[in-house]
């Protein structure tokens, strides 16, 4: 596990970030060039980017938010890699009007298409934005989950809400607009374009677990994630995560 993304945060990225690191480093591989050039759609601060940019690949984060933007400026800089790091305001709709399409080795697509009008146009413009063969990551949020929090807290009403809302809502003051199952993603990326390669599930357990446990107890943290690790894969656990991870490869 990375230093970058401990501790706590670990629990939220931990499974995609070493999904995400292996992925480049097979594209390394097959491109035979060190450095690749990756895209982080709605990067934001720079979660993924940063760490990205530090295994020596050239970033360009794209995000609505100038705040946002400014605060990847000074992460990146006190990193080290600012050189390595770009960012530009905008949003995945009007991708090309910011960045050329097929001109990146990998595109992250984290957290965008909850919030996207047009989710399969917003998976579109990812995917045109790589080279052939190119790797997408896909991370959004899952409809089990939502449905699993709301019910462990006691809001079952909620929770059925959530289950058979075709946007996986729980009623109006829910603050995420869109969720999704394992197969809708991987149904939107393949029809992109994409060879679905692995579905991973996120935050089974991580969202469920209580903060005191894993803080104070001696070897929870490790031990939680590497059951996270353990059951990521798993398709009877893609039902009940919080978040649902797709990586592919741009058909060529």
């Not at 809400?161 to 946007?167: C, E, R, V």
């Amino acid at each position: 596990m990375s230093d970058q993304l401990r501790p706590r945060a670990s629990l939220r990225t931990a499974v995609v970030w070493e999904v995400l690191k292996d992925a480049l480093e097979r594209r390394v591989k097959a491109t035979g060039r060190d450095a690749l050039d990756v895209l982080d759609t709605g990067g934001g601060t720079g979660n993924f980017a940063v760490p990205v940019a530090r295994l020596g690949h050239r970033v360009t984060v794209v995000d609505p938010s100038p705040n946002a933007l400014f605060a990847l400026e000074r992460r990146a800089a006190e990193a080290g890699v600012a050189d390595r790091v770009r960012g530009v305001q905008g949003d995945i709709l009007g991708l090309f009007d910011v960045v050329e399409r097929t001109g990146y080795d990998a595109v992250l697509c984290h957290g965008v298409l909850e919030y996207v009008d047009d989710p399969a146009e917003g998976v579109r413009n990812a995917v045109d934005a790589l080279r052939p063969s190119g790797a997408l990551s896909l991370l959004g949020a899952g409809i089990g989950g939502a449905v699993l929090a709301r019910a462990l807290a006691g809001h079952f009403t909620e929770a059925k809400q959530a289950l058979t809302d075709p946007a996986g809502r729980w009623g109006e003051g829910d603050p995420v607009p869109r969720r999704f199952t394992a197969d809708q993603l991987a149904g939107l990326v393949s029809a992109a374009g994409v060879e679905v390669g692995a579905v991973h599930g996120v935050r089974v357990f991580a969202d469920l677990v209580p903060g005191v446990l894993v803080d104070t107890e001696s070897g929870a943290l490790d031990a939680l994630l590497r059951l996270e690790a353990a059951v990521a894969e798993l398709p009877a656990f893609h039902s009940v995560a919080t978040q649902l991870h797709v990586l592919g490869e741009k058909r060529a």
